[in-house]
T-cell receptor, first 116, second 114 residues
Framework: GAVVSQHPSRVICKSGTSVKIECRSL??????MFWYRQFPKQSLMLMAT?????????EQGVEKDKFLINHASLTLSTLTVTSAHPEDSSFYIC????????????FGSGTQLSVL | GDSVTQMEGPVTLSEEAFLTINCTYT??????LFWYVQYPGEGLQLLLK?????DKGSNKGFEATYRKETTSFHLEKGSVQVSDSAVYFC?????????????FGTGTQLKVEL
């Protein structure tokens, strides 16, 4: 089946630094990718929807200047957490929608971000 | 807005036991309902889905029936195996065909022991 590679799987950084998370569709083209975050014992929350070649659409309450999303190609989307703080520590997951395949979503394995 | 509530885990069962993981939802209109599974170190994978009331989704021995009257989509399996140990997420999409903007539950961890 289709594979989405998310990297890194775990990252620890100092407060104030920026962290980039990559999401790649390995064997299909993804016109749309989604970014989620999950706090312990809470739901996966959709943060933003990114479409290749255009600006991401952010969900209410998500700071677009804090969470920069770039979807420069049909196989790669990146999420950059800028000036990270401890409250940004969370589990981040991406998913990719296979082009022309409605309701076909493939997920990365997630990134655990810990900000010290 | 839309929401999904599923039972807290972890759920620990012996092999061959019967499994039920409860899931209820709140949504306007006619959502599609999904169960996703996440095995250790892997991404979420679609396990099964149902797109309208009374539909039953099934896969790998797991079943879930879309119950509009009780707004539920409980996951069941008659006899679990150790290999079923994973985290299970219930999710909904706002409508059939527009369906990739998902609302998830918290996930329920299942541990199956010998």
């Amino acid at each position: 089946g289709a594979v989405v590679s998310q990297h890194p799987s775990r990252v620890i950084c100092k407060s104030g630094t920026s962290v980039k998370i990559e999401c790649r569709s390995l064997d299909f083209q993804a016109t749309t990718m989604f970014w989620y975050r999950q706090f312990p014992k809470q739901s996966l929350m959709l943060m933003a929807t990114s479409n290749e070649g255009s600006k991401a659409t952010y969900e209410q309450g998500v700071e677009k200047d804090k969470f920069l999303i770039n979807h420069a190609s049909l196989t790669l989307s990146t999420l950059t957490v800028t000036s990270a703080h401890p409250e940004d520590s969370s589990f981040y997951i991406c998913s990719a929608e296979q082009a022309l395949a409605n309701e076909k979503l493939f997920f990365g394995s997630g990134t655990q971000l810990s900000v010290l | 807005g839309d929401s999904v509530t599923q039972m807290e885990g972890p759920v620990t069962l012996s092999e061959e036991a019967f499994l039920t993981i409860n899931c209820t939802y709140t949504a306007t209109g006619y959502p599609s309902l999904f169960w996703y599974v996440q095995y250790p170190g892997e991404g979420l994978q679609l396990l099964l889905k149902a797109t309208k009331a009374d539909d039953k989704g099934s896969n790998k021995g797991f079943e879930a029936t879309y119950r509009k009257e009780t707004t539920s989509f409980h996951l069941e399996k008659g006899s679990v195996q150790v290999s079923d140990s994973a985290v299970y997420f219930c999710a909904l999409a706002p409508f059939t065909g527009g369906g990739n903007k998902l609302t998830f539950g918290t996930g329920t961890q299942l541990k199956v022991e010998l």
